[in-house]
């Protein structure tokens, strides 16, 4: 499995996207897990991360509209998206966190109309 996001698609400005990442277990057990993005033409920037416990942080630039949750049965990672603004499109990976895997999987793509 190693790293598989899911979830993203078009939406309308104001509207909300729910991802999900399935990740092999060696790099989701005893791991924080991260979710990061990549806007067309930038770098790829950090989202937010939840600890094994499930405390959540967040980038200033989401924070209050992204919600981080994880099922660590399923060894998958959620990125609740709310309020979605046109500036959120991007491709969105999740990872290890604070120090990513090298391999990063796929991503899913979030496109928000204005």
């Known amino acids: 499995v190693q790293l598989q996001a899911s979830g993203g698609g078009l939406v309308e400005a104001g509207g909300s996207l729910r991802l999900s990442c399935a990740a092999s277990r060696y790099i989701f057990s005893n791991n924080a897990m991260g979710w990061y993005r990549q806007a067309p033409g930038k770098a790829r920037e950090w989202v937010g991360t939840?600890?094994?416990?499930?405390?959540?942080s967040y980038a200033d630039a989401v924070k209050g509209r992204f919600t981080i949750s994880r099922d660590n049965a399923k060894n998958t990672v959620y990125l609740q998206m709310n309020n979605l603004r046109p500036e959120d499109t991007a491709v969105y990976y999740c990872n290890r966190a604070p120090v990513p895997i090298s391999a990063w999987g796929q991503g899913t793509l979030v496109t928000v109309s204005s």
């Open positions: 939840i600890t094994t416990s499930g405390g959540t």
